[in-house]
């Protein structure tokens, strides 16, 4: 098993640029998450779901949107790239409310 | 989820046990405890969890008071590799899957 794989690793954007992050699992886990982390801070929720057609705000919604058409595909979409977004995000998954399997991240930069 | 709270920062000697509390005082019957762990910019690693009941696993022991108000998070015997930031959290079996992260620990060990 792969576990959990994000996409890209690195990107830079310009502002008002959009784009998607991508993150798959393999493991047939229901939840996904996304979250966020800015440097030498923890980690802030952005979106999760809890199955296929299902999606919820976290803490930090504003600028992102998602989708969750397939149990393995969990992609966020940025809108109108803003420096603000600049941070390393991170997609997990989980069976139920077990344990969560994070990916390796995907490190934006907004310029 | 019961908020946590944890402090900012422990140092530890290499090979001694480092134990890392945490304060959930507002916990509710049906939440667990979990910890993470996060090694330099990696994704979260999960270490161990539990209900109300003392547990140890390969990489850890978590011991929960009696009245699960507070925990401790025992490395037997840590080493340089354990350096991270470790995060304690708390959520329910089923139900609000809204997890969110505070900012954690920053376990230094010192050769």
């Known amino acids: 098993n792969a576990g959990v794989t994000q996409t890209p690793k690195f990107r830079i954007l310009k502002i008002g640029q959009s784009m998607t992050l991508q993150c798959a699992q393999d493991?047939?886990?229901?939840?996904m998450y996304w979250y966020r982390q800015d440097p030498g801070m923890g980690l802030k929720l952005i979106y999760y779901?809890?199955?296929?057609?299902?999606?919820d705000k976290g803490e930090v919604p504003n600028g992102y949107n998602v989708s969750r058409s397939t149990t393995e595909d969990f992609p966020l979409r940025l809108e109108l790239a803003a420096p603000s977004q600049t941070s390393v995000y991170f997609c997990?998954?989980?069976?139920?409310?077990?344990?969560?399997?994070f990916g390796e991240g995907s490190r934006l930069t907004v310029l | 989820d019961a908020k946590t709270t944890q402090p900012t920062s422990m140092d530890c000697a290499e090979g001694r046990a480092a134990n890392l509390p945490c304060n959930h005082s507002?916990?509710?019957?049906?939440?667990?405890v979990y910890w993470y762990r996060q090694i330099h910019s990696q994704g979260p690693q999960y270490i161990i969890h539990?209900?109300?009941n003392n547990e140890t696993n390969e990489m850890a022991s978590l011991i929960i008071t009696e009245d699960r108000k507070s925990s401790t998070l025992i490395l037997p015997h840590a080493t340089l590799r354990d350096t991270a930031v470790y995060y304690c959290?708390?959520?329910?079996?089923?139900?609000?899957?809204?997890?969110?992260f505070g900012t954690g620990t920053r376990l230094t060990i010192i050769p």
């Open positions: 493991m047939n886990h229901n939840y």
């Open positions: 779901s809890v199955g296929a057609g299902i999606t």
């Open positions: 959290i708390v959520r329910v079996a089923f139900g609000n899957e809204k997890l969110t």
């Open positions: 997990a998954s989980s069976r139920g409310a077990g344990e969560l399997f």
């Open positions: 539990g209900l109300k």
């Open positions: 507002t916990i509710s019957g049906n939440e667990y």
